[in-house]
Nanobody, 119 residues
């Protein structure tokens, strides 16, 4: 079994910054991609940013230039640095990890952390 534990959410004013962390533990040999998704009330969950084990990154257009994803493979941890936050960034942020087992990858999710940006 694999557990993902997120931390770092909270309430911040527009223009402020937050840093999210997500640590994976359990039966892990290697992790392929890790990423952050978010879901605002009444909306579908969307990809915010993702990073491969080799460090290649992908961002949603809405966060490019403001958010930075990084990971520490030795610690099985992924981070999301969020700057210049906007009220529209308000959502529950979920960590995702694709854990490799043989030729397959299995998706695991964190419990979510609330990010609220006030105007």
């Amino acid at each position: 079994q694999v557990q993902l534990v997120e931390s770092g959410g909270g309430l911040v004013q527009a223009g402020g910054s937050l840093r999210l962390s997500c640590a994976a533990s359990g039966s892990i040999f290697s992790i392929n991609a890790m990423g952050w998704y978010r879901q605002a009330p009444g909306k579908q969950r969307e990809l915010v940013a993702a990073i491969t084990s080799g460090g290649s990154t992908n961002y949603a257009d809405s966060v490019k230039g403001r958010f930075t994803i990084s990971r520490d493979n030795a610690k099985n941890t992924v981070y999301l640095e969020m700057n210049s936050l906007k009220p529209e960034d308000t959502a529950v942020y979920y960590c995702n990890a694709e854990v490799a087992r043989g030729n397959y990858g299995y998706d695991y999710w964190g419990q979510g952390t609330q990010v609220t940006v006030s105007s």
